[in-house]
């Protein structure tokens, strides 16, 4: 019998913990708890993330990584959130609300697909850009108008058709060819030179997020979107 590496087997078990908090979120949106769901959601980016780091840095990646990888940010990032916020939201508006969400998780499945396929996706990452919105940040994006509820704003279910149409335009930034910032550089090192200043960051962030949850992932949502016309600008400079 062919050993187990240890190795290989780290980032994979950090990807079904990643897939073990997205089936919790839609079990929690099933019973209404809509807090305890996107919380879930956003462990499981965390996890997308982290699943990443370690198999670089133990040099683990493998084909069984990548596809548990995609199938998990189907489940994730696709599946969840839009079961999340039709129970949340767009239950009142059946036929509408019912196909948006429908729409933005056929669209999730497309852009996996098309991420694994398209080498110009990994040529334009190693340059710093994706092309469209990752699958997680859609999650994110689509989530705002329930989170804003959290916050004891009303104005998501009193627009549910303006909430259907943010919800696919989303969806259409998935599977779109917009460049946009991408956290993974081509070789990122952690210089002395910015250690201080990602401390201070990571710090102010991760403080963010624990004190004031709701706001400031409302906050970072905004920036990530104002962002967008200085990622296609950037972009235009990079190929000219």
């Given amino acids: 019998m062919k050993k187990i590496d240890f190795r290989s087997l780290v980032p994979n078990l950090i990807t079904l913990t990643g897939l073990c908090f997205g089936l919790s979120s839609i079990r929690f949106a ?3 708890q809509f807090e305890i769901a996107v919380i879930n959601i956003l462990l499981a980016a965390v996890c997308d993330a982290l699943d990443g780091v370690f198999a670089r840095i133990l040099n683990s990646q493998s084909k069984l990584g990548a596809e548990l990888d995609s199938l998990a940010d189907f489940v994730n990032f696709g599946v969840a959130p839009g079961l999340v916020l039709y129970m949340g939201i767009m239950q009142e508006r059946d036929l509408v609300g019912s196909i948006a969400v429908l729409i933005f998780i056929v669209f999730s499945c497309i852009r996996l697909a098309i991420f694994n396929l398209d080498s110009d996706d990994e040529s334009s990452e190693e340059a710093g850009f994706f092309m469209g919105i990752p699958t ?13 509820s959290f916050l004891g704003f009303t104005w998501a279910q009193e627009n549910i058709n303006f909430v259907a149409m943010y919800t696919v335009l989303i969806g259409a930034l ?6 946009t910032y991408s956290s993974k550089r081509q070789k990122f090192k952690l ?9 201070a960051i990571f710090s102010l962030i991760l403080l963010g997020l624990i004190n004031f949850l709701w706001a400031f992932l409302s906050f970072l949502s905004a920036m990530y979107i104002l962002s967008i016309p200085f990622s296609i600008r950037a972009w235009k400079g990079l190929k000219s």
């Fill in 174 to 179: 998935l599977i779109s060819r917009v460049p």
């Fill in 30 to 32: 099933l019973e209404y």
């Fill in 136 to 148: 997680p940040m859609g999650a994110v994006l689509i989530l705002l108008p329930l989170t804003h």
């Fill in 191 to 199: 210089q002395k030179s910015n250690y201080i200043q990602f401390l």
